[in-house]
């Protein structure tokens, strides 16, 4: 395997994080089913982790977009790796998707908490276009459903904060 492709793959499993839940889980129902498999929950926590290396501000929307696309060419490289469209231990989809929940919002404690569970929730049903999304070609069909996703959770939570409902 060459330097660039483990790179790819250490990457797109969250430093083979992803692999824990996954290798507890694989032989389950869950798994087997493509219902569950607890690596997109590491993937999300890695976005959250992780977003304070995205500036707010101008800087923010670039670097999301070079996070996008870099998300894609590594989700890419590692399905062909592991020899499977979406493998579960893929999750720098859910790291970006993530990022785009968060885009804009006040990196308060309320604020990401609901950008957070606003994202798993619809990360996980994928409500329309999300689920075609994932037919795109390659890496960016694993990526783009998550941002999808991300969209929702963003407009959501922006609604729940105009409420007050957060404080």
């Not at 501000?57 to 894609?72: D, Q, R």
């Not at 994202?119 to 390659?138: I, S």
Request: aromatic letters at 10%; glycine letters at 14%; a positive charge.
């Amino acid at each position: 395997m060459s330097l660039s492709d483990r790179g790819a793959l250490a990457i797109a499993t969250g430093l083979h994080l992803s692999y824990i839940p996954y290798a507890l889980l694989k032989n389950t129902r869950l798994v087997g089913e493509r219902r569950w498999s607890g690596a997109g929950l590491v993937g999300t926590l890695w976005g959250l982790g992780t977003l304070p290396l995205l500036p707010p501000g101008a800087w923010f929307w670039p670097l999301l977009a070079l996070g996008v696309a870099g998300a894609s060419w590594c989700a890419g490289r590692a399905e062909v790796l592991l020899g499977q469209h979406d493998d579960p231990r893929i999750v720098v989809d859910e790291t970006v998707g993530f990022w785009v929940a968060a885009a804009g919002l006040p990196r308060t404690a309320g604020a990401l908490a609901a950008a957070f569970v606003l994202f798993r929730l619809f990360d996980a049903t994928k409500p329309p276009p999300c689920r075609r999304l994932e037919a795109l070609p390659g890496g960016f069909g694993v990526v783009m459903d998550d941002v999808g996703a991300g969209v929702y959770a963003n407009l959501l939570t922006r609604v729940v904060l105009a409420t007050g409902f957060l404080g």
